[in-house]
């Protein structure tokens, strides 16, 4: 007699190999090398536009290693699977996409298959750039097609089995693929629907703005209620009104542009190269992407909604009086009432942060870690790391205090434990 969970292993084993047996019959022919196109072949109207396509996509920012060339691939994407590489993008013809036709280039944006037919991880974010209209990915693979080839190679992905083995992507995609042009929404805008297309569609917003479910996918009655990238917190963008300053389009727009606001926090991790990328392109497509997220608002609940000002000054716990002295050394010459670089223009009161008023202190503990690198000629936009001068005891006693001070939400829990959660995190990133 065989038992019970001899017969389940056997019938999960058959129905593993039957979904692999389907993966494999419904994998993508290979679509033949051409020869790369000379640059000559590209006009300089559809490269202009496709630095515009690259830099909204922010494509520069996954496929170039810290310290490698522009697009040739090898920077490691950690997910909950294991570390997938982005690949080589420059026209290379032996390691990149030289010998790739546009035919070739669409079906990779459009459906997230590879030339040669292999299917391509969701950590290329195709599911949103599947939206893009035929004339921005042409001006794309313009503008990719004439960089300088670059010969690399990226690193083979370490994904725990069973996702290693890509044909099981099919499945994937049957959930959370649609591919396809996005239509135009005839009853709203212009500019709306520039905005949804950049949103959803090249921006790929919510790719990081969004939870995730267990397989990574996301869920779409759930998209921009916030999510988590790379050890931070992706705030909701659809309570940006609930903001203790309410988020005003003019607001997002500089921010969006220029990663400050005067009456928001910076753009600090991810962030950062997501706004260094919209700086550079033209103003009109950042107010469309403004006036759609505008309009996606959740009602704003009244319990939800801060004010600036603190409105009970509950005396300070012992912890939070050993912050305000860490606070007084550290952090007022830049943070405090009276410091000269909080005029108007320059630098927000952490009251309006939503770091500081967020459900989690993850992204405040983030930028005590870490700070903000300095750039030069951005000196009102740096601030020290303080990951190696304080312990993760004084850490959390100084964000108690300034959750304490600046926010009127309610104590933070475990902050100690979570500053060596993020710590640990970080380290193995
Ligand atoms: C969030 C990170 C991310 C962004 C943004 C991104 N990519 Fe990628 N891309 C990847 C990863 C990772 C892969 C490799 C996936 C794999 O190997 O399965 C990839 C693969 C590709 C491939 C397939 C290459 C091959 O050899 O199979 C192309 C083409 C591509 N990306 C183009 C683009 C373009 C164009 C943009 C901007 C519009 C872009 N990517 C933006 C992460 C990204
Ligand atoms: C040299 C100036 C400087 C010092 C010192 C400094 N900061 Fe900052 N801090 C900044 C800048 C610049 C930003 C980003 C812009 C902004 O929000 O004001 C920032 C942002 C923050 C934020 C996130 C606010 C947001 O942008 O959402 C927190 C939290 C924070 N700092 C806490 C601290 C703490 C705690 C200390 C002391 C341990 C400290 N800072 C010391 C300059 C400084
Ligand atoms: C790679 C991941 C990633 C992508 C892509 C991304 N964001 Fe973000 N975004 C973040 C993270 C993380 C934060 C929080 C960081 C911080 O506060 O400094 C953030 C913060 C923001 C904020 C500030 C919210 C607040 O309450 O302070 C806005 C607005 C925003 N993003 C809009 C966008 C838009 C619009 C897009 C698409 C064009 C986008 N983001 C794409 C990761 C991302």
């Known amino acids: 007699m065989i038992r019970r969970p001899v017969v389940l292993a056997m019938a999960g084993v058959a129905i593993a190999a039957a979904l692999a047996v389907a993966a494999l019959l419904i994998s993508k022919r290979a679509i033949a090398p051409v020869s790369p196109p000379p640059p000559s072949s590209f006009d300089s109207q559809t490269k202009l ?47 990149g996409i030289g010998n790739w036709s546009l035919e070739a280039f669409t079906r990779a944006i459009r459906n997230g298959v590879s030339r040669d037919g292999h299917l391509l991880y969701p950590a290329f974010p195709y599911i949103h750039f599947t939206h893009m209209s035929d004339s921005d990915i042409a001006a794309a693979y313009a503008y990719l097609m004439t960089r300088e080839p670059v010969k690399a190679t990226a690193p083979a992905n370490a994904l725990i089995f069973p996702l290693n ?27 709306w629907n ?37 050890g931070w917190d992706a705030p909701a963008l659809n309570t940006l009104n609930a903001a203790p300053k309410p988020w005003t389009k003019q607001q997002l727009v500089t921010y969006l542009r ?87 223009g320059q ?39 303080f990951g ?9 006693d100084l964000l108690s205090y300034v959750r304490a001070t600046y926010s009127q939400h309610s104590a933070w829990t475990d902050v100690e434990a979570t500053v060596a959660k993020v710590r640990k995190e970080n380290d193995a990133r």
């Open 165 to 191: 083995f890509r044909p099981l992507l099919a499945f994937w995609n049957a959930l959370f693929l649609r591919p396809g042009e996005q239509q135009t929404e005839a009853s709203k805008d212009a500019e």
């Open 347 to 385: 630098r927000p009161t952490l009251a309006f942060s939503t770091a500081v008023n967020a459900g989690t202190p993850r992204n405040a503990i983030q930028m005590v870690l870490g700070g903000i690198a300095w750039h030069g000629e951005d000196t009102i936009n740096y601030m020290p790391a």
């Open 388 to 396: 190696d001068v304080y312990s993760n005891e004084q850490i959390a």
């Open 258 to 344: 220029t990663g400050r606001a005067s009456e928001h926090g910076a753009a600090a991790g991810p962030m950062l190269p997501v706004t260094r990328d919209l700086a550079t392109v033209p103003a009109e497509d950042v107010e469309a992407i403004a006036a759609y997220l505008l309009s996606l608002q959740k009602p704003v609940a009244s319990s939800n909604a801060p004010r600036a000002v603190r409105a009970s000054a509950a005396p300070l716990t012992a912890a939070q009086q050993r912050g305000a002295t860490l606070f007084a050394a550290s952090c007022a010459q830049c943070h405090g009432n009276a410091s000269p670089m909080q005029s108007p």
């Open 49 to 95: 536009a496709g630095a515009r396509v690259v830099a909204l996509g922010d494509c520069i920012v996954c496929h170039t290693a810290k310290g490698g060339k522009p697009f040739a691939g090898g920077l490691p994407l950690a997910t909950p699977f294991g570390t997938i590489y982005a690949t080589n993008i420059t026209p290379d013809a032996d390691t």
């Open 194 to 230: 520039r905005g949804r297309l950049l949103v959803n569609g090249l921006g790929h917003c919510a790719s990081c703005h969004s939870p995730l479910n267990v397989i990574g996918g996301e869920q779409p009655g759930q998209a921009f209620d916030g999510g988590v990238v790379d």
